[in-house]
């Protein structure tokens, strides 16, 4: 696709439930990154992938947290057991790979509310 | 460690004006890229900028300008003659080259223009 897209753009849901976002990369790039945003908050980073794997899964704030991305491309952030807390706008990003690219395009965001 | 520090979380200007948002960082690495995004009322992320450590040349883009000063660790973002399409948050960041590009979040500056 031109841009990344996200899935849904909204998610309402009931504490306790699981969740699954989905990102889709810009056709093509390789690595890509999962946030969260917090109300009145910057940018959390969560968790990176080149093609399939995770490196870098420092960000991840609890073992309820997971991604997995396959084929490459479309990646899932799923968040077990949801908490009020995990109330956010989960945003992805992706960039090309290559080395020294570094700008990430990022997509619209999942707003994820828990009751 | 890496941080991006944001001091102003809000500021109101008259449209017509020219405003400053001021962003400091941390970093020990000598090679990093510092960038700044906006974020309008509709969420998405837009990049606007990005700037290599080894080049401390201000950079202009219409009525956009970028001082970028290694002495003090500082990456102001000047906007001149304000308009309201401008209101927006505006995030300055950090990519440590070592660190997988991940990008480094300030909390951000709430820009509002007034007419």
């Known amino acids: 696709g031109a841009g990344v897209s996200q899935s849904p753009s909204n998610k309402v849901t009931e504490k306790g439930k699981d969740v699954e976002l989905r990102c889709d990369p810009i056709s093509g790039h390789t690595a890509l990154y999962w946030y969260r945003q917090s109300l009145g908050q910057g940018l959390e980073f969560l968790i990176y992938f080149q093609g399939n794997s995770a490196p870098d899964k420092s960000g991840l704030p609890s073992d309820r947290f997971s991604a997995e991305r396959t084929g490459g491309s479309v990646s899932t952030l799923t968040i077990q057991r949801t908490q009020q807390e995990d109330s956010a706008v989960y945003l992805c990003?992706?960039?090309?790979?290559?080395?020294?690219?570094?700008?990430?395009?990022f997509g619209p965001g999942t707003r994820l509310t828990v009751l | 460690a890496q941080k991006v520090t944001q001091a102003q979380t809000e500021i109101s200007v008259v449209e017509k004006e020219d405003v400053t948002l001021d962003c400091v960082y941390e970093t020990r690495d000598t090679t990093y890229y510092l960038f700044w995004y906006k974020q309008p009322p509709s969420g998405e992320l837009v990049f606007l900028i990005r700037?290599?450590?080894?080049?401390?040349q201000n950079e202009i883009s219409g009525r956009y300008s970028w001082n970028f000063q290694k002495s003090t660790s500082s990456f102001n973002f000047t906007i001149t003659a304000s308009q309201v399409v401008d209101s927006a948050v505006y995030f300055c960041?950090?990519?440590?080259?070592?660190?997988?590009?991940?990008?480094?979040f300030g909390k951000g500056t709430r820009l509002h223009i007034l007419p």
């Open positions: 700037r290599n450590s080894f080049d401390e």
């Open positions: 990003a992706s960039n090309s790979g290559l080395a020294g690219v570094i700008e990430q395009f």
């Open positions: 960041a950090l990519s440590e080259t070592h660190r997988d590009d991940k990008i480094i």
